[in-house]
């Protein structure tokens, strides 16, 4: 069975890394230096699982008051296609919601632009490069 949740143990911090680790430094070869940052220690994490295995993270930062920035949103690939970013978006946007925060903020993979405006996300930026990556700023209000 798949779940979402916001991260409270250790052992589920552990998991949101391991997902992570996987798609970003092993797949997209982004330095490790640059996936795991400064803002891991304040940012409030989400990870999902498939019973017990980890396939799935996320987490937001408010980086200025009422705002939600939502980073690092990623899916095992053997589970992609599943709509499973929808569900970790659902979450995450829950969460912000329950914490009164108003804008939803991120910087989409270019490829992913689709996938975030069907969640009604709208982009704010010219394409720029991020760890090598073509992004898209967008926001969304809640």
Do not use: W
């Not at 916001?6 to 996936?35: G, I, M, W, Y």
């Not at 939600?68 to 929808?86: F, T, W």
């Amino acid at each position: 069975m798949i779940t979402t949740k916001r991260v409270v143990t250790p052992k589920e911090l552990e998991d949101a890394f391991f997902v992570r680790q996987k798609v970003f430094v092993d797949e997209q070869d982004v330095p490790v230096h640059l996936e795991m940052d400064e803002h891991d220690q304040s940012a409030v994490h989400f990870v999902a699982y498939d019973d017990e295995m980890p396939i799935g993270a996320g987490r937001i930062r408010e980086p200025e008051p009422g705002v939600a920035k939502v980073e690092r949103v990623c899916i095992l690939p053997q589970y992609r296609g599943k709509h499973l970013g929808n569900l970790m978006m659902e979450t995450m946007e829950s969460y912000a919601k329950e914490a009164n925060l108003t804008t939803v903020k991120l910087n989409a993979q270019s490829y992913a632009v689709p996938f975030y405006e069907k969640l009604l996300y709208q982009i704010t930026s010219p394409e720029f490069m991020d760890a090598g990556i073509p992004h898209r700023a967008m926001q969304k209000k809640l």
